[in-house]
């Protein structure tokens, strides 16, 4: 689904990310973990075409070339990203942003009632969402804010979702919902990469996991070995 390989990212003089390489398959739910400033964010927006770089290769269903596809064609192409801090449009409705989220599908020619159909679907999953759809999104807790990042861009029916810090800032209760419905998604198909600080967590849900140190990858292997790794559990698990 996803095949980068030696990604650099740069801001100015300083090399964020260093020539990274990984893979996402199809159905996967893949992980990046990681300290602070270790490059994650920016391998998410790179991705997702809001940062520049340069890559050896960086392919997407294939055929398609990242390095070569303008931001705006990302989501119509079926990549999303949920970014860190949500990014929804906070004076807009709850059914607005929703609507929004399947705009480039309405744009391609699909009809209206399948998109209805799809947001029953994102109503049934994100059951908060549906008592708040005339609210503005700004009204909405931090939880529920990510609960309808998610949810507009599911409703782009993408066929890679891209989620940056999803559990950041929220209530354990709510990070455990979130964590919810990442899982319920990813059983339904969905095919996802996922940054994530709460590496205990990610691990518990990914299948694969890659762990960024600096920019560059330290260590890669199943979550669930990885889980059980010594090094890993004493860095990044804050457990001996
Ligand atoms: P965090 O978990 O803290 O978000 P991260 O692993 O996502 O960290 P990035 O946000 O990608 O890391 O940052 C990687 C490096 O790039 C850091 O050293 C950071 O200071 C630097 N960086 C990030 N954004 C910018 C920017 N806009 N301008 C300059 N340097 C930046």
Redesign the pocket.
Known sequence: MLNIQGLT?A??G?Q??KGLSFQVHAGELVC?I????????????AIAGLLPFEAHAATFKGAIDLTALPAHERLPNGLALVP?GRGIFSRMTVLENLELGANARLQAGCPQSEIHADLEKMLMLFPRIKERLKQSAGTLSGGEQQMLAMARALMGKPDLLLL??PSMGLAPMMVEKIFEVIQQVHRDGMTILL?E?NAHIALQLANRAYV?D??LIDYEGRACELINDPRIRETYLGQV
């Open positions: 990212v801001y100015g300083i964020a990310v990046l990681g300290c602070n400033g270790a490059g994650k964010t920016s391998t998410m927006k860190e940056d810090e940054v600080q960024m600096s920019g």
